[in-house]
C-alpha cells in the first residue's frame, strides 16, 4: 500500500525559509506528476507547484521565484524549498503523486506557520 508521509513543516517568522520533504512508501507506478498544495481554514486546496516526470516545473503565481519544486532521480521524494516566506503562506501543505493510470495519492499534510 502506498503511503505518501510529508515533514519539514514548522513555525517561522516571515522572511525566513522552509523545506517540506514528501516521502513515498511502497511503489507508484508510472507517476506523471508530483505536486505540492496548500490550503487554509475554510479555503479550498490550491496547488502550489508541479513537477513532471520530465522534470518541467509549475508554479502558482503567488509562489514565483520563492518556492522550488525538486525530485529525487527514483521518484520517491518530492521537495518543496520555501524562501521569502510570507504570512498569507501559512496554510497546510499537501504533496500528491499522480500515475498515467488516472491514480492519485494524498499525504497527511503538514503545517507551515509564518508569523513574527
Known amino acids: 500500500q502506498v503511503q505518501l508521509v510529508e515533514s519539514g513543516g514548522g513555525l517561522v517568522q516571515p522572511g525566513g525559509s522552509l523545506r517540506l520533504s514528501c516521502v513515498a512508501s511502497?511503489?507508484?507506478?508510472?507517476?506523471?506528476?508530483m505536486s505540492w498544495y496548500r490550503q487554509g481554514p475554510g479555503k479550498e486546496r490550491e496547488l502550489v507547484a508541479t513537477?513532471?516526470?520530465?522534470?518541467?516545473?509549475n508554479y502558482a503565481d503567488s509562489v514565483k521565484g520563492r518556492f522550488t519544486i525538486s525530485r529525487d532521480s527514483a521518484k520517491t521524494t518530492l521537495y518543496l524549498q520555501m524562501n521569502s516566506l510570507k504570512p498569507e503562506d501559512t496554510r497546510v501543505y499537501y504533496c500528491?503523486?499522480?500515475?498515467?493510470?488516472?491514480?492519485?495519492?494524498w499525504g497527511q499534510g503538514t503545517q507551515v506557520t509564518v508569523s513574527s
Open positions: 511502497g511503489r507508484i507506478l508510472s507517476i506523471n506528476g
Open positions: 500528491s503523486f499522480s500515475n498515467i493510470y488516472g491514480a492519485n495519492y
Open positions: 513537477i513532471t516526470s520530465g522534470g518541467r516545473t
